[in-house]
């Protein structure tokens, strides 16, 4: 019932276009995004005076530039991997190659980043191929073998030649994408915010054409496509090289933003390989939109667990008092325990991801403020009693499966 909108009550009012409750969600989510430089050239915060204000600063808005691009990253990781089912453990190594190709032919040659970034692109979806023709031929874990070997290879190699890629330290001083660096973080963040829109629309139009159907086919089941007369490695490939040159271009704008830099522990350690697999899943894995919260949200989280320090202060409702509690140890020190600790009490708290629970939850709340007898369809819209008793107790008990 995809199609179907609310008829009646007070979702229809807010909603006169009758778009679907997951689509609401997501125009409200990216209308606070586009608005959020304008909070702070107003010094304003969001949130609950006496419970929880956030200030909206120019430090925030270096923060989110960060999360956005990271958001691509995880998006790129989500459509090979969520919808085809090819699980990518070296996915970073595309990260590593639109970034620092684009600062080498900055930094060594003087090509401007409008140039070094598409060339960057191109090199990483050529990695797509050349990774991606031999290894998509495997299954299971020979694949995910060849994918994590990978990186690991290239991270010895720059390693090895310190002197062109800078070793552990990497390169510096590449140039700001059109001339925005440090300062006033407004333009880089549009400049984030509308690559982020622009790779979502064409990542979520793949995923919902006939090649993407093709991919979740795959996903089930290939034994399946191959007797369909389709052949399986040919849309993996696509699929792979697609994610390699998303994954490079968001390396790339990366180190040429006011927060990256052509590093190897900002672009192709262990862990980042890791934590784009845990953005995806926590977002919700096979979903490009999930892919693309569970990256924002995991950026922000770990930056905001290494910026705390040793006290925590607990706001007192209807105040603006707090109460101030010292740990014996500064949060920042421990930071990644608890960072695996509270992406792990999410993973089992949300099974389907943060979109799949935010949509279900959404989906109550029409139903408890909604007007008339009209009941809240899957994607709004009325439907049977005994319809939507069963409808209600599936979702409860799964989750969504048709989001995308």
């Not at 799949?356 to 709004?380: L, Y």
Request: avoid cysteine.
């Amino acid at each position: 019932m995809s199609g179907d909108t609310v008829s009646g009550g007070l979702f229809e009012r807010l909603n006169s276009a009758g778009l679907p409750l997951r689509y609401v969600l997501g125009l409200l989510g990216l209308v606070v995004l586009a608005v959020l430089p304008l909070l702070s050239e107003l010094e304003l915060g969001i949130g609950v005076p006496g419970v929880f204000v956030l200030v909206v600063d120019n430090l925030l808005l270096l923060k989110l530039v960060a999360a956005l691009y990271f958001g691509m990253f995880a998006m790129s990781w989500d459509a090979v991997s969520g919808y085809t089912g090819q699980i990518s453990f070296g996915h970073g190594l595309f990260f590593a190659v639109g970034g620092y190709s684009s600062a080498l032919l900055n930094i060594e040659f003087g090509v401007d980043p409008l140039l070094s970034i598409p060339v960057g692109v191109v090199l990483s979806a050529v990695a797509g191929v050349v990774i991606g023709v031999p290894a998509l031929r495997l299954r299971g874990p020979y694949l995910s073998l060849v994918t994590l070997v990978a990186p690991l290879i290239l991270l010895q190699i720059f390693i090895w030649r310190s002197d062109v890629f800078g070793g552990e330290n990497g390169l510096f001083g590449q140039d700001p994408f059109l001339g925005y660096g440090g300062g006033d973080a407004t333009i880089p963040y549009y400049i984030a915010l509308a690559l982020f829109v622009f790779i979502f629309a064409l990542l979520f139009a793949v995923t919902r054409s006939d090649a993407g159907k093709v991919f979740t086919a795959i996903r089930e089941d290939e034994d399946a496509v191959a007797a369909a007369g389709l052949n399986p490695a040919k849309f993996k490939i696509f699929a792979f090289v697609l994610s390699a040159a998303v994954g490079g271009l968001a390396g790339a704008m990366f180190v040429h933003s006011p927060v990256g830099g052509p590093r190897p522990s900002e672009l192709m350690s262990v862990i980042i390989n890791v934590e784009v697999i845990i953005a995806a899943i926590l977002g919700g894995m096979g979903t490009i939109v999930g892919a693309a919260v569970g990256g924002i949200f995991l950026s922000l989280l770990q930056d905001a667990l290494s910026n705390m320090g040793d006290t925590v202060a607990v706001p007192i409702l209807g105040t603006d008092l707090s109460l101030v509690f010292s740990l014996p140890i500064p949060i920042h020190e421990m930071d990644f325990l608890l960072f695996a600790v509270i992406t792990l009490v999410l993973l089992l708290a949300l099974p389907g991801g943060i979109v799949r629970a935010g949509v279900r939850w959404g989906r109550r709340a029409v139903r408890r403020f909604g007007d008339g007898d009209d009941a809240v369809a899957t994607d709004g819209g009325t439907e049977a009693p005994e319809r939507r008793a069963y409808r209600n107790y599936r979702e409860d008990l799964r989750g969504d499966d048709d989001e995308h």
